[in-house]
């Protein structure tokens, strides 16, 4: 047994092993009836001694079966000298069960016992079932000890390996929750700047590009709009930084419902005219609200991802579609709330879409914006026939229309 692998209470268990050998070949040395048996008990110890003291007797099943060959082979003689060395096969059952597989610790450990109730009987003592029972129950206790510590021992290796691994699990899962949260953070913070400060610095590049075009080519303000509009395009491929904020401004003070009608009056937009154009009077759609079903309270995060949907949907519409009417409804349904912008542009083709880095990100970050909420976008459009962008989101527990 390699002391270095043992636990303080096996080192206990073991240290009162040695000492259960050493009493009872002190016992058998006294009680021996010849120097012989006298001498034969110091053997015996000796080669217990060092087998106790080798460290491959601990490593290795082959010199730990070498060396319980020795050890046995000298009790037998020592029990052939003295029937008080019968006793020693109590220590001799652990060390077999201890050291030796259990196909063959089993087998020794009845031979072991056999041989001390032969002895026994050998040296003429009478018979009685103690005779029997003793060494039999102490080899059935050894090895139900043994066995069961084995067990128990499989047990709570089993268990600290599952301990190992869920802490292990823990760390990884705690590393996976920090990396998704650091995307998730990243793709919130895309479309935030998008839908925000992306799509205001478009809409002043747009405004100050038609104002240039409307002054006259010697206007001695044509060099401040010009430098403008290239701060404004400097500061939209710049952009990297977005204020959080738990809703937006248009949240705080009503309903989605409100935010999206108020998205829709004249003044809202960014056109001279109140509209969403940014090409002079007339230029940009009008657009109108309505509101289906009956409304229902939603989560703010529900609210905040309708009205930057629509937010963007109409940016989308006044940068590509070059469309007359837009109109947005926002239906209540039994289990979902769906919000519907419509167009009658001049249309893409969706599958041809591809993000670039002049724009391109307003459709992912709303198909991603609905998705993270467990809901389906689509988008309706082909070239000549208008855009239809639809949003579907499920009501969560609690919340009905």
């Known amino acids: 047994m ?19 050998m050493a009493g009872l070949l002190v016992l058998a040395a006294v009680r021996a009836d010849s120097a012989a048996g006298t001498a034969m008990a110091v053997v015996v110890g000796a080669v217990y001694a060092a087998g106790s003291l080798l460290p491959s007797v601990g490593r290795s099943q082959r010199a730990a079966a070498v060396w319980l060959g020795v050890l046995g082979a000298s009790w037998l003689g020592l029990l052939w000298l003295t029937p008080d060395a019968l006793w020693v096969a109590f220590p001799l059952y ?31 003592a009478a018979l009685n079932p103690g005779v029997f029972i003793g060494p039999l129950l102490g080899g ?31 760390a990884e899962l705690a590393a996976a929750e920090r ?16 839908d925000t400060l992306a799509q205001g610095l478009s809409s002043i590049q747009l405004l100050l590009r038609a104002a240039e075009r409307a002054l006259p080519p010697d206007s001695p ?46 003044g809202a937009g960014s056109g001279p005219d109140g509209s969403y154009g940014a090409y002079g009077p007339g230029a940009g759609p009008r657009v109108r609200f309505s509101v289906s079903g009956t409304p229902a309270e939603l989560p703010t995060p529900y609210e905040v991802a309708l009205l930057r949907i629509a937010q963007s949907a109409l940016a989308n519409t006044v940068r590509h579609a070059s469309a007359s009417r837009a109109e947005i409804t926002l239906s209540f349904m039994g289990a979902s709330v769906t919000l519907d912008v419509v167009d009658d542009g001049k249309g893409f083709d969706p599958g041809s879409v591809r993000q670039s880095s002049e724009g391109g990100f307003g459709l992912p970050a709303m198909r991603s914006r609905a998705e993270s909420l ?25 919340v009905s229309a």
């Not at 047990?155 to 390996?161: G, T, V």
């Not at 467990?374 to 969560?396: K, R």
């Open 221 to 266: 303000a044509a060099g401040h709009i010009d430098r403008a509009r290239q701060a404004a395009q400097d500061n939209l491929a710049e952009a990297r930084r977005f204020v959080r904020a738990l809703s937006p401004p248009d949240l705080e003070h009503g309903s989605l419902a409100a935010a999206l009608e108020r998205l829709c009056e004249p």
């Open 374 to 398: 467990g809901g389906t976008f689509t988008v309706e459009s082909a070239p000549g026939q208008g855009t239809a962008v639809a949003v579907s989101l499920p009501l969560p527990a609690g």
């Open 2 to 20: 390699d002391p270095r692998t043992l636990t303080p209470a096996l080192r206990v268990l073991r240290l009162c092993l040695h000492l259960l």
């Open 140 to 170: 059935a206790v050894a090895v139900a000890t043994v066995l069961g510590y084995q067990a128990l021992y499989r047990e709570s290796e089993r268990r600290r390996r599952l301990i190992e691994e869920l802490i292990e699990t823990r």
């Open 179 to 194: 990396h998704a949260g650091t995307l998730a953070e990243r793709e919130r913070l895309a479309r935030e700047i998008h």
């Open 94 to 124: 652990f060390l077999q069960l201890h050291l030796l597989p259990t196909r063959w610790s089993l087998p020794a450990v009845t031979l072991t016992a056999g041989a001390a109730i032969l002895s026994y009987v050998g040296h003429g």
